[in-house]
């Protein structure tokens, strides 16, 4: 195989495989922006703030990001992850004495059962009993709001997550086609410097015999 024709092959299929992988770089980059501008616009109309960092109590101000963030408005997948974690999470873990929504069953229903009980039998304890229900009932209510928000706010930052993936997987397409361009016109570059009847790996002899 002559030389020239080795150099425009590779360097026509390093062209063909530049224009792929900008394709992808553009599907990837139009993926990114339509993650970032997902999570942004639907956090932003949850119309979320973190506390002003002189409100903010000494647990709150151990969590470097909450007073990093102090003050702003929850926009972004890493300030979603900070709210969901160090706010939501710490004070979470305040209410029955950090029990789970799934924990709370388990008590709320026994308390049911004995007011039941207690209501039947009209004993004296059924005012404390139905008070007891109450309480735990109102823990595992608000502990559920606190961990469907919690849950919903870190499915926005995972969303992020994938949309920063997606940006950095770009900039390696781009990149990488740059390079196999500047290789593909320097082998054009070589092709045509390259002498027409020159053979590709040929014996010195008959490298000689075609020169001569």
């Not at 590779?10 to 993650?35: D, K, P, Q, W």
């Not at 849950?151 to 390696?172: D, P």
């Amino acid at each position: 195989m002559k030389r020239r024709t080795l150099d425009l092959l590779f360097s026509i299929g390093g062209l063909g495989l530049t224009v792929l992988l900008l394709v992808a770089g553009i599907v990837l980059t139009s993926n990114a922006n339509f993650a970032n501008d997902y999570v942004r616009d639907q956090l932003g109309a949850q119309h979320i703030s973190f506390k002003p960092a002189d409100q903010l109590t000494d647990e709150e101000k151990k969590a470097d990001c909450l007073v990093e963030y102090a003050g702003q408005r929850l926009t972004t997948g890493k300030q979603a992850e900070c709210y969901a974690n160090e706010f939501i999470g710490l004070h979470l873990t305040s209410i029955a004495g950090g029990k789970t929504y799934a924990d709370l069953g388990e008590p709320q229903t026994e308390l049911r059962a004995k007011v039941e009980q207690a209501t039947k039998t009209n004993d004296p304890a059924l005012a404390d009993l139905q008070k007891q229900l109450a309480e735990v009932s109102g823990q595992r209510d608000t502990v559920f709001k606190g961990e469907t928000l919690r849950g919903l706010l870190l499915t926005s930052y995972g969303f992020s997550e994938f949309g920063r993936k997606a940006g950095q997987a770009a900039l390696v397409t781009f990149v990488g086609a740059g390079l196999l361009l500047l290789l593909s016109i320097a082998g054009l570059v070589h092709a045509f410097r390259t002498p027409a009847t020159e053979a590709f790996a040929a014996p010195e002899r008959a490298k000689d015999r075609a020169t001569a």
